[in-house]
């Protein structure tokens, strides 16, 4: 199996930027396709990004299209998530999750593998 820790969350201003990390160690990072969720209070968990085995596909929520930018280092067995343009409704705990021979979904069930999330806070 895989274990998957997020790093990079804040506190940062509207408009700012953030770049998140998911670090994996265990088996074959490039085996998993990658996808990146987030919770806010009281909501349920939705999709952010995703992106494929190779880094070549990749599949974003219409909420963060334009302003989020998914990639993957399988040398350095990371995903990010560069966050920029930052508003307030994108505050949320921010979850990186792994599918092994996955494909670029974006459903929670899909995903085997979680990371314990990061904390991203945006202030008006």
């Known amino acids: 199996q895989v274990q998957l820790v997020e790093s990079g969350g804040g506190l940062v201003q509207a408009g700012g930027s953030l770049r998140l990390s998911c670090a994996a160690s265990?088996?074959?990072?490039?085996?998993?396709?990658m996808g990146w969720f987030r919770q806010a209070p009281g909501k349920e968990r939705e999709f952010v990004s995703a992106?494929?085995?190779?880094?070549?596909?990749?599949k974003y929520a219409d909420s963060v299209k334009g302003r989020f930018t998914i990639s993957r280092d399988n040398a350095k067995k990371t995903a990010y998530l560069q966050m920029n343009s930052l508003k307030p409704e994108d505050t949320a705990v921010y979850y990186c999750a792994g599918k092994r021979y996955g494909g670029v979904v974006d459903q929670p069930y899909e995903y085997d593998y979680w990371g314990q999330g990061t904390q991203v806070t945006v202030s008006s």
């Open positions: 265990g088996r074959t990072f490039s085996e998993y396709a």
């Open positions: 992106i494929s085995l190779s880094g070549r596909g990749t």
